[in-house]
């Protein structure tokens, strides 16, 4: 079974750039999550997706950060225009359930390494 | 405030030399507690949820324990290739610790 895929992998941008991840979910995976993850921290929550809809973007800064599940299978992530301490990995997770209990076991992608100059 | 503290930060054991990392929480109503490896450079890969208090899960060389207000990770024996970082997560809301590096040396 394919894991979750990220690209890229690494991204170097400037300040005030815009820059875009994608994330292809586990096959029929229907709940898709994306975390920032600065060094030394844990993944903090920016959003869930459950299909293409949204269950949870409380903690996602909204001025600048935008993401989309089209079709309820792909997602992406963008951020315009970036800071320096958006400098993070961002990882992309899904889990099977159809549910919105956050308990489900989440598969993890290899992350995209972020860092803004 | 919802938290989740794991300590120590960094562990360093020999070959065989068993120990215990903990994770304290302060969520309230807690539905489920997670324990994560992280490996340098790739995704948390899922190890164990706990439940309720009382409950142990174990898995190779693994145990997780849940208290009313903390968790343990348990490493029996643990050889070089169990070096990684452990992190716990709650449930609700979903809080990450800062998870605990651990180093095994041969």
């Known amino acids: 079974e394919a894991g979750v895929a990220q690209s890229p992998r690494y991204k170097i941008i400037e300040k005030r750039q815009s820059v875009a991840f994608w994330c292809n979910p586990i096959?029929?995976?229907?709940?898709l999550y994306w975390y920032q993850q600065i060094l030394g921290q844990g993944p903090k929550l920016l959003i869930q997706?459950?299909?293409?809809?949204?269950?949870?973007d409380s903690q996602l800064p909204k001025d600048r950060f935008s993401a989309e599940r089209l079709k309820g299978v792909d997602s992406t992530l963008k951020i315009q225009p970036a800071k320096l301490e958006d400098s993070a990995v961002y990882l992309c997770?899904?889990?099977?359930?159809?549910?919105?209990?956050?308990?489900?076991?989440?598969?993890f992608g290899p992350g995209t390494r972020l860092l803004v100059l | 405030e919802d938290q989740v503290t794991q300590s120590p930060e960094a562990l360093r054991l020999q070959e065989g030399e068993s120990s215990s990392l903990n994770c304290s929480y302060t969520?309230?109503?807690?539905?489920?507690l997670f324990w994560y490896r992280q490996d340098p450079g790739k995704g948390p890969e899922f190890l164990f949820t706990?439940?309720?208090a009382g409950e142990e899960k174990e898995k190779e060389r693994l145990k997780a324990t849940l208290t009313k207000k903390e968790s343990f990770l348990h490493i029996t024996a643990p050889k070089p290739e169990d070096s990684a970082t452990y992190l716990c997560?709650?449930?609700?809301?979903?809080?990450f610790g800062k998870g605990t590096r651990l180093s095994v040396i041969a």
């Open positions: 997560a709650a449930v609700p809301p979903l809080v």
């Open positions: 096959s029929g995976h229907a709940t």
């Open positions: 969520v309230s109503g807690l539905r489920g």
């Open positions: 706990l439940y309720s």
């Open positions: 997770a899904s889990s099977l359930v159809r549910g919105r209990t956050l308990l489900e076991t989440q598969y």
């Open positions: 997706f459950q299909n293409n809809g949204v269950v949870d």
